[in-house]
């Protein structure tokens, strides 16, 4: 099992978050990268994967803009173990760089997945809550309370280097930041829940402080009246925070 080198570059950014239902949709939101560096990638769902394929949708973007595209299969790794291969060689063959996993399945499925991805050179962001109310059994949800600390340290003795928090949860954030995730900082953290969600870019950064931050904004941007000028307030208001 390799792990790949970070796929950014750039010590903090905006991922553009494309769950959108439509190729001129996706064009749209895709020439937005082009108006800023700071755009570092693209994510991309299920919808477009299932309805036009997820290699040419890879292609579609990459027409567009040489971005990384990560894949967000909602929820991948909630399989057997055995499906890691696969999937991550589907991920890798489509011309994706990175791959979201919420092990949801347990502890060998996120192994499998996780090995899986590093042996086809993705880049593994390894979900640890999400961004929606009743998530955790506490506030009356499915998953233990536990579970995000348990995968963590599992990740993180596998070699994950790349996490997912939700950016509306700054004290969760924090807790991991400045917590388990401190023993290998800095690590790349993507977080989704910014704008239509409530969470706002500095409050996620003061959040992940010693890290690398990244925001992923769909919504806030392309149903915006200008999506142009709703990215690049977002885009100001990160230079603000960096």
């Known amino acids: 099992m390799e792990k790949s080198g970070p796929l950014f570059k750039a010590k903090c950014g905006i991922i553009l978050a494309a769950d959108v239902p439509s190729l001129e949709d996706l064009r749209k939101l895709a020439e937005l990268s082009l108006v800023t560096p700071e755009v570092v990638g693209v994510k991309v769902g299920f919808t477009l994967a299932l309805r036009f394929g997820l290699p040419a949708i890879v292609k579609f973007v990459n027409d567009i803009n040489m971005l990384p595209v990560i894949y967000d299969h909602q929820k991948a790794a909630t399989d057997i173990p055995a499906m890691g291969k696969p999937f991550a060689e589907t991920c890798r063959d489509a011309g994706v760089k990175g791959v979201i996993f919420f092990p949801h399945a347990g502890p060998k499925t996120l192994e499998a997945f996780v090995s899986a991805g590093f042996d086809c050179g993705l880049e593994t962001f390894l979900g640890l809550s999400m961004t929606h109310p009743q998530y955790h059994l506490g506030d009356g949800g499915f998953i233990v309370n536990d579970a995000p600390d348990k995968i963590c340290k599992i990740g993180i003795d596998l070699g994950v280097r790349s996490f997912v928090l939700p950016g509306n949860k700054p004290d969760l954030i924090k807790k991991f930041a400045q917590g388990p995730l401190i023993s290998i900082q800095p690590t790349t953290i993507i977080m989704p829940g910014i704008g239509s969600?409530?969470?706002?870019?500095?409050?996620a950064t003061e959040a992940t402080k010693g890290h690398h931050p990244?925001?992923?904004?769909?919504?806030?941007?392309?149903?915006?009246?200008?999506?142009?000028a709703s990215l690049l307030q977002f885009v100001s208001e990160m230079r603000e925070c960096n």
Do not use: K, V
Request: proline letters at 9%; a negative charge; hydrophobic letters at 35%.
């Open 214 to 228: 990244f925001f992923i904004i769909g919504s806030a941007i392309y149903r915006a009246p200008d999506p142009e």
């Open 197 to 203: 969600q409530g969470g706002s870019i500095s409050t």
